[in-house]
């Protein structure tokens, strides 16, 4: 019995470990499916490669575009930016979060307890003030226009909270990328058949 425990309490850890980094909040395809789209395009020229610039956008974009062009060209989409049916665009942005515990607190239950004959220890005290506060994330809304009437058909948000804003590792991002717009661009149904 307590092997079973131990197993059951290892895989739950390792799966949440898998799903932890960053939230993601698909809209519903109902609109998108009605629309029975197949060919699309992107709402923007890329960024220019080779720019020497800080802004961590010069890195995302060729990323993001590689990605999601792969993503919805294996589910049958056909990038045609004369026959586009719909369009593809992006934002980035910063924004700020209450109270969210950083993915560096491991130590640190969100739940409440009480542990009987147990003193607060200043380093408790320190996390919960360091960890209680306004924690600023890195934001993109993956959006996507009917393009007749340039209406919102679809969307998603993916919200990761920045552990370290001055180290832009562009191997890592891609990776990370990578893995988050496709868990975000599950939800999208296959291509309707030509």
């Not at 470990?17 to 395809?29: K, M, N, S, W, Y």
């Not at 490669?49 to 919805?72: C, H, K, Q, T, W």
């Not at 060209?73 to 990038?79: A, D, I, N």
């Not at 058909?153 to 990328?177: F, G, H, P, Q, Y």
Request: glycine residues 6%; hydrophobic residues 40%.
């Amino acid at each position: 019995m307590r092997i079973t425990h131990i197993l059951a309490t290892g895989i739950l850890s390792l799966t949440l470990l898998g799903c932890a980094g960053v939230e993601i909040q698909p809209a519903d395809t109902d609109r998108f499916i009605a629309g029975n789209y197949l060919y699309y395009k992107w709402r923007t020229d890329p960024l220019p490669i080779g720019v020497r610039n800080s802004d961590p956008a010069y890195v995302i974009d060729p990323m993001m575009r590689r990605e999601v062009n792969a993503d919805l060209q294996s589910k049958g989409y056909v990038l045609n930016p004369e026959q586009a049916q719909f369009t593809v665009g992006y934002i980035l942005m910063n924004g700020m979060v209450q109270g969210e515990a950083s993915n560096l607190a491991s130590n640190i239950s969100p739940y409440p307890n009480v542990t009987p004959n147990r003193q607060i220890d200043q380093a408790s005290v320190d996390n919960a003030i360091a960890l209680g506060g306004v924690k600023e994330t890195n934001n993109i809304i993956l959006q996507f226009n009917d393009r007749t009437s340039n209406q919102e058909i679809w969307r998603v948000t993916l919200t990761k909270i920045i552990e370290d804003a001055n180290n832009i590792d562009a191997s890592r991002i891609s990776d990370n990328l990578t893995a988050y717009l496709k868990r975000a661009l599950k939800s999208l149904p296959q291509a309707p058949q030509s």
